[in-house]
């Protein structure tokens, strides 16, 4: 059982992070951000090419992978989604933008880097054993960096000046304009943040799982979950969803080994049942 | 053992046959057709299929084409992507019917193969899927030939050898929650409780586009099983199943029975993935001819790496090509092809000796299968090694 | 439009369909615009139930269930209890309608991109229960669904045996076409119509619209059913198309497409998704011959798309009037 649990916490880690860069994201624009998982595989080619095959060290890599992402975010939000949101008569329009987007970076990443799986040295080698518990150093080591990441995240949004006004944003961008802060500015600075937030998570988690060119989809559905359980548009739903999912993970592929072929079909349909009873998530803004 | 004596003078006389006819001006083209996936996360499947069909037909090209009959004939390779949509797979397949194409590889996963057979069987289209149903070989089907090994062929090899030779008792499986490896686990599964081996654990599932298998694992690495097979495992998957499996303390064999790659697996595990055993084509240096040396070299020059999946996939352009020679009257007419496919025999350029031949009688009552050497090899240190080499017939 | 200048479209656009493509089909020899054609067709069906989610106030990822569903009904239907394709396929738009009202009376309350997630994950139950129900026939999906067999009313026989054409894809094609222009002809009059009016009511302002008198939750399950319907009736055609049906027939890149299939043809108008399907779907056809470039460009030219026309295609047209 402490396997289980642990599976779970280390799963959890690692979602949260990956669900913090979409909800910031959704918060501050009310963008759906169907691209978050392409720019979290962009994120993991990146780490590929400079820390597996250039052999430069993972921090540069990981760095690299991040600031990458911030501008292509960035960009992304000054040229495309800035204009159609403005142009647009109905905000999900946003939604084929972003699905336009995700298709696009698949097709870049797929022409770019191949469609093979790859993978990169392990950062830290050994494994800990003890009695009841097995984990290998490596993800001690990514789910603590995840966790670090989290929380640093979380106390920019607290006490800084940008953390503070992408806050207020979220709540009412309106009622943020008219105290004076720059909305437009704000907007660029949290689609770039999402978007490094991707880059980071996947280039901490290449040294895991690898990456290939397909997985982008998958990863923003996934991501969808998380943040459809914790509540969307919230950062601290973000990251108890990524917790929750990651232990329901865990907890159910094991208590439910013996009903074999349905187990995540339970998963998915106890999801259901627990959205229709609380349709907002644990923790989500009621107009969702 | 005549073949293997056979087999080269035999070969070499084909290529000369093939360079001298080089001087002819080869004005016709024969189109070959791929309906299959090349994007998305199963895209290395269909991309080691058109990359081998690219090679090959630059390889013949470059010497003025292949020569059918009286004509020398310019390969040309037509490619549709159908996403793994089955419903695209259909409008592939009716693209390649509108261009007059009779020979179509493709397409890689069951529901697709299933949905362009009427389609096929309309417009005269010869396909070869790298799909297990039998309903799609045995009779009324007439138009399909399997493009590979099934696993319900190999599984049996591989299971009995490791009974044998490694002691192997008991047995766990787990695939992904899609049709194609569910129906392998299942077909493994019945061939495991025919040989007497104990079945710990045969219901257990993973989303395909899971990135971390621990949680998956857990509760069957305590089982302990002598031996894991990952059914139907994609290729991107393998080394995450093997590495997850093998830092839960794992300790047992694993196998499955498709084609993986050496380069995927040795930057996905590492030395984590010694000892996996899976199944490939003509593969190993071992057995492996000089043209297939010179496929993989022409592979890596146009494509940047070679895929070892493609050991497999080059076959079946080769057959279709070889069929053609040996009646070329079945380039309009697929009824001859049909016939030919119970008479077929051309030497395998790609071993150092064995023929290119139809198979299946045993699985499906008809010659619906190219037969490829069986080689169930094992991974070590980066490479594989060549475990056992079977038939299937 | 006035009722003569609805009349004359609807038989303008008939005529097109009916009789001009399959002319232009012959001509030029491009026999497989046929299936492609049906399947804008289906996938235009499956859409316009989109669309009406989207016209009460729902963003809907979730057709691909009931494509499924509807496909698995009338695969059943047709091999195991032996009916008629032309009674298994309206019998299975039911099938999905009492689904969906089964599902939609919980979900329903959910709203924005809370209900959008809710449905993407029903895509992907539908796919599992498909897998694991021995009804479904699990993984080996249902393979050699014969095709649709003659159609009789009162004795009178309307349409052979599909078995029987030559061409069976011109076959489907006039029976996907036609489908298609009932299917929109009666979403053209459901949204013009009261209770049209009342679903219009409810993406304004739901609490207004209860607070006014509606049955909220009713007309909201009522939409959603007529959605699921549609969404039945395509994956049941598309069943005996392929004469097959697995758990893969619908996925959610499916049910992702038909949404954006609405968001390009422009979700203010009734007849939006049909274009936008149109477009998306040969769009990607038409880039056969680009080759690995296919998805790059087929993207890029959606985000330009959307850049220029984020109100979709049919915006061009209307701008005028609606000129704000």
Redesign the interface.
């Known amino acids: 059982m402490e396997q289980v649990i642990v599976n779970g916490l280390y799963l959890g880690a690692q979602y949260a992070l990956i669900a913090l860069g979409l909800t910031l994201i959704f918060a501050l624009m009310n963008v759906l951000n169907f691209a978050h998982g392409q720019m979290y595989v962009i994120g993991g080619f990146l780490v590929y090419e400079i820390y597996g095959r250039m052999h430069w060290p993972f921090v540069v890599a990981l760095f690299a992978a991040a600031a990458t992402l911030a501008v292509i975010g960035g960009l992304l939000e000054r040229f495309l989604f800035r204009t159609v949101i403005r142009r647009s008569l109905r905000e999900e329009s946003t939604m084929l933008l972003a699905a336009g987007v995700a298709y696009f970076l698949d097709a870049a990443i797929l022409l770019l880097f191949g469609e093979k799986q790859h993978g990169v040295p392990k950062i830290v080698r050994g494994v800990f054993v003890s009695d009841n518990l097995i984990i290998p150093y490596d993800r001690v080591l990514v789910a603590c960096l995840a966790i670090l990441f989290i929380v640093a995240f979380v106390l920019m949004m607290q006490f800084t000046k940008p953390g503070r006004a992408m806050r207020a944003m979220a709540q009412d961008r309106v009622a943020a304009q008219l105290m004076g802060v720059p909305v437009e500015f704000y907007s660029l600075v949290g689609f770039a943040l999402g978007a490094m937030l991707a880059g980071l998570v996947g280039g901490l988690l290449v040294t895991i799982t690898g990456v290939n060119s397909g997985i982008g989809g998958p990863i923003s559905i996934k991501a969808f979950t998380m943040v459809m359980i914790g509540g969307a548009g919230v950062v601290g739903g973000a990251i108890l969803g990524g917790f929750i999912l990651g232990m329901l993970e865990s907890v159910g592929l094991s208590v439910l080994h013996s009903y074999g072929d349905i187990t995540y079909l339970a998963i998915f349909v106890s999801l259901l049942i627990f959205l229709s009873i609380r349709p907002n998530g644990l923790m989500g803004k009621p107009w969702g | 053992m005549s073949f293997r004596a056979l087999a080269a003078p035999v070969a070499a006389v084909i290529m000369s046959i093939a360079v001298t006819t080089a001087a002819d001006a080869a004005d016709k083209t024969l189109k070959v057709g791929f309906v299959g996936v090349t994007s998305g996360p199963a895209a290395a499947w269909g991309t080691s299929n058109v990359r081998s069909m690219q090679t090959l037909a630059a390889i013949w090209n470059e010497k003025g084409g292949v020569k059918i009959g009286d004509d020398t004939y310019k390969i040309d390779i037509v490619t549709f992507d159908d996403q793994k949509d089955p419903k695209r797979s259909i409008a592939g397949m009716e693209k390649m019917a509108q261009e007059g194409i009779h020979y179509v590889v493709g397409p890689n996963v069951d529901d697709g193969a299933a949905a362009v057979r009427p389609v096929a069987e309309k417009a005269g289209i010869i396909y070869f899927p790298y799909a297990f149903p039998k309903t799609l070989y045995v009779k009324p089907a007439s138009n399909a030939v399997l493009g590979m090994v099934a696993n319900y062929q190999s599984a049996p090899a591989i299971y009995k050898y490791l009974k044998d030779k490694r002691g192997v008792n008991s047995i766990a499986f787990v695939a992904a929650n899609e049709s194609d490896p569910l129906s392998q686990r299942d077909g493994g599964v019945a061939t495991a409780k025919a040989l007497g081996l104990k079945i710990l654990a045969a219901t257990d599932t993973y989303q395909n586009d899971t990135q971390d298998f621990t949680p998956v694992l857990t509760p069957i690495v305590k089982l302990k099983p002598d031996l894991l097979v990952l059914s139907g495992v994609a290729p991107a998957n393998a080394p995450l199943l093997i590495r997850s499996a093998r830092e839960l303390g794992f300790k047992g064999l694993i196998s499955t029975e498709t084609a993986q790659d050496a380069k995927v697996l040795q930057e996905g595990a590492g030395d984590l993935a010694n000892g996996f055993i899976s199944v490939g084509g003509a593969s190993t240096p071992a057995i492996r001819s000089n043209a297939m040396d010179e496929f993989i070299a022409r592979y890596t020059k146009m494509f940047g790496e070679y895929n070892d999946e493609s050991n497999t996939k080059v076959y079946a352009l080769e057959y279709i090509v070889d069929t053609l020679k040996a009646d070329p009257k079945a380039i309009n007419d697929i009824a001859e092809f049909k016939k030919e496919m119970d008479v077929f025999s051309a030497p395998n350029p790609f071993v150092k000796s064995g023929t290119l031949h139809y198979v299946g009688m045993t699985s499906f009552g008809q010659k619906r299968q190219i037969a490829v050497p069986l080689v169930v090899q094992e991974f070590e240190n980066g490479n594989f090694k060549t475990l056992f080499v079977a038939d299937v017939d | 439009m006035r009722p003569t200048a609805q009349a004359l479209f609807a038989a303008v656009f008939a005529f097109v369909l009916l009789v001009i493509v399959p002319w232009a089909i012959r001509v030029t020899h491009?026999?497989?615009f046929?299936?492609?054609l049906s399947?804008v067709a289906l996938l235009a069906i499956a859409s316009g139930g989109v669309w009406l989610t989207?016209y009460i106030g729902r963003?809907n990822i979730g057709q691909g269930a009931y494509a499924l569903i509807g496909g698995y009904a009338s695969a059943i239907f047709v091999v195991k209890a032996g009916l008629s394709f032309w009674i298994a396929m309206p019998l299975a738009g039911v099938v999905c309608a009492l689904v969906s009202v089964a599902?939609g009376l919980?979900?329903l309350?959910?709203?924005?991109?809370?209900?959008?997630?809710?449905t993407?994950?029903?895509t992907?139950?539908a796919r599992?229960?498909a897998?694991?129900l021995p009804i479904t026939n699990?993984?080996?999906?249902i393979?050699?669904i014969p095709?649709p067999g003659p159609l009789g009313l009162f004795g009178f026989n309307l349409l052979p045996s599909f078995a029987s054409f030559a061409n069976?894809?011109q076959a489907f094609y006039f029976l996907c076409v036609v489908m298609m222009m009932l299917c929109f002809a009666a979403l053209y009059r459901l949204v013009n119509s009261r209770v049209g009016r009342l679903f219009a009511a409810l993406r304004q302002n739901e609490d207004l619209a209860s607070s006014m008198g509606l049955n909220v939750p009713a007309l909201r399950v009522l939409a959603y059913a007529i959605s699921s319907f549609l969404g039945g009736v395509g994956g049941a055609i598309?069943a005996a198309?392929?004469?097959?049906v697995?758990?893969?027939?619908f996925?959610?890149?499916?049910s992702?497409n038909f949404?954006?299939n609405c968001?390009?043809g422009g979700?203010?108008y009734v007849f939006g998704p049909m274009l936008g399907t149109l477009v998306l779907y040969f769009g990607w056809?038409l880039l056969?011959q680009a080759?690995?470039?296919?998805?790059?460009i087929?993207?890029?030219v959606?985000?330009i798309l959307?850049?220029v026309l984020?109100?979709g295609l049919l915006s061009l047209r209307f701008s005028r009037k609606k000129g704000a």
């Open positions: 491009h026999d497989d046929y299936y492609t399947s989207f963003i599902i919980p979900i309350r959910l709203r924005g991109v809370y209900f959008a997630m809710v993407l994950v029903l992907e139950v599992l229960s897998l694991a699990g993984a080996m999906g393979t050699e095709p069976r894809n598309f198309i392929a004469q097959s697995y758990p893969s027939s996925t959610v890149a499916d992702i949404m954006l968001f390009l979700l203010g056809d056969f080759g690995q470039y296919q998805l790059l087929y993207s890029g959606m985000i959307m850049l984020p109100n």
